[in-house]
């Protein structure tokens, strides 16, 4: 028996010469066959809602930034230019939906509802985890580049045997697309029909690689080679990253299976608070992302439609000001587990050698305390 792989199919990818667009960079509102009937309830109060939700991340981002450079956490990976690409998607969800995704998607966690202090003590490297991953529905932050797809996967194979409508969002970098786990991931996802969305945000740095030197071709061609359909979107514009987002949940829930969405955006900050970017990519770049700033352009499409944006701005600088101190007080406050916390919820009931491992461990506490 041979199993003979399909080419690439650019049939099955949409966007792949200019991504898909609905805003331009003057908040002028394009038409867009495929995006619009998925945009026809987005009115002034509906893209405010959009924009605070932006305004919110970023100020979360900054301030976690601070933060950082302050010593009251440990590391930090930014988002800053990436708020689109994550709040677009993030407010098509269902409830029920379940996200799976990598250590940058702040823009998730806090639209999903994850606690700050809880979040704080992920990134004081106090909690392997932080948030319950059952009540908000995001599975805790995947350090492994890529490996968070499969678990995506899965689910979605699981729900689809359960009969439930659920879907599974998994994020990713540009960089996870060169692990072997998303193309694992793919297959079964193909093969199944599992009713899950693989968002890639391509802020075009693999860490200080960049993306041409990561793929040949546009990375939402690579996913039709396994029969899955793509779009690849401006994901620095939050419509149209809605929209899609939009399209391929309801494509996922009502069978059709898979689909692929390459958020073209940038990383503006370094990859984490331990990288300097100078190092590996000149101004004049990171000018030209700063004007497609994906807050600014909604600002403009609020001003085209006659908000009052001077409210606008006070209500959003209100809410994040809000956030940030709540964030900034759970950090400062934050008290690290006790030493032997790490051999608990290992398993839902604890196992003799658990035990035994336990009281090994405080009999070594013991003889430190004892000779100190």
Not at 88 to 108: M, N
Request: aromatic share 8%; charged share 25%; net charge negative.
């Amino acid at each position: 028996m041979s199993i003979t792989v399909p080419a690439p199919d650019p049939a099955l990818a949409v966007g792949l010469d200019v991504p898909l667009t609905v805003l331009d960079l003057d908040g002028t509102r394009l038409p867009n066959e495929l995006l619009d009937p998925h945009l026809t309830d987005i009115d002034e109060s509906a893209l405010t809602n959009l924009y605070v939700d932006m305004v919110r991340v970023r100020r979360l981002d900054t301030e976690a930034f601070a933060l950082t450079r302050q010593g009251h956490l440990v590391l930090w990976p930014p988002l800053l230019g990436q708020e689109a690409a994550q709040v677009g998607p993030a407010r098509a969800l269902g409830e029920q939906d379940w996200v799976f995704g990598s250590y940058r998607e702040h823009g998730f966690a806090l639209l999903r509802g994850a606690d700050m202090s809880e979040f704080a003590r992920i990134w004081k490297a106090y909690a392997h985890s932080g948030w319950d991953p059952q009540e908000i529905r995001m599975a805790p932050s995947q350090i492994i580049i890529g490996a968070q797809t499969l678990h995506g996967v899965g689910y979605a194979m699981a729900a689809k045997m359960d009969g439930s409508d659920d879907v599974a969002l998994t994020t990713f970098g540009d960089g996870a697309t060169s692990e072997g786990d998303v193309s694992e991931a793919l297959v079964w996802a193909s093969t199944f029909q599992a009713p899950v969305v693989f968002l890639c945000q391509n802020n075009q740095y693999a860490i200080s690689e960049p993306v041409a030197l990561q793929s040949g071709v546009p990375l939402a061609l690579r996913p039709t080679g396994f029969g899955i359909p793509s779009m690849r979107v401006d994901g620095n514009d939050v419509l149209a990253m809605h929209a899609a987002a939009r399209i391929a949940f309801d494509r996922a829930r009502s069978g059709g299976g898979p689909t692929f969405i390459e958020a073209v955006t940038y990383r503006r900050g370094p990859h984490t608070t331990t990288d300097d970017p100078k190092r590996y990519r000149d101004r004049a770049e990171e000018e030209a992302w700063i004007a497609k700033d994906p807050l600014d352009r909604v600002e403009r499409a609020l001003e085209r439609m006659g908000a009052n944006m001077e409210a606008v701005r006070a209500e959003a600088k209100i809410r994040a000001d809000q956030l940030a101190k709540e964030f900034r007080a759970a950090c400062e406050h934050a008290e690290p587990p006790l030493a032997d916390a790490i051999f608990d919820q290992v398993y839902a009931q604890p196992t003799r050698r658990l035990e035994r491992q336990r009281l090994e461990h405080q009999a070594f506490v013991n003889s430190i305390e004892a000779t100190a």
